[in-house]
Nanobody, 119 residues
């Protein structure tokens, strides 16, 4: 029902900033809870941030709280992840995901975008 495409990844030095975007297709984007996940080499995928349908409620992993901000513009069918004070341990492939509020797991995933933070 929805297709997701991430963009905005790249290479940055520690302490720098980057903004990721996730463009969604479909007529019911505002019906979905949106999330960001990441996976580093040799590690399992981990939760980063999530935002409710209206954008009025957000949740963050402890490792990124205070540094990352998730937001959405439903009129543009887009969710963002603003990343500040980046650390080498933030290096990973970042994935955008979507799920209906009635679901326990995310049903739709983007292709991922690489973020590399050098020291």
């Amino acid at each position: 029902q929805v297709q997701l495409v991430e963009s905005g990844g790249g290479s940055v030095q520690a302490g720098g900033s980057l903004r990721l975007s996730c463009a969604a297709s479909g007529r019911t984007f505002s019906s979905y809870v949106m999330g960001w996940f990441r996976q580093a080499p040799g590690k399992e995928r981990e939760f980063v941030a999530a935002i409710n349908r209206s954008g009025g409620s957000t949740n963050y992993a402890d490792s990124v709280k205070g540094r990352f901000t998730i937001s959405r513009e439903n009129a543009k069918n887009t969710v963002y992840l603003e990343m500040n004070s980046l650390k080498p341990e933030d290096t990973a492939v970042y994935y955008c995901a979507a799920t209906l509020p009635t679901r326990s797991d995310y049903d739709y995933w983007g292709q991922g975008t690489q973020v590399t933070v050098s020291s």
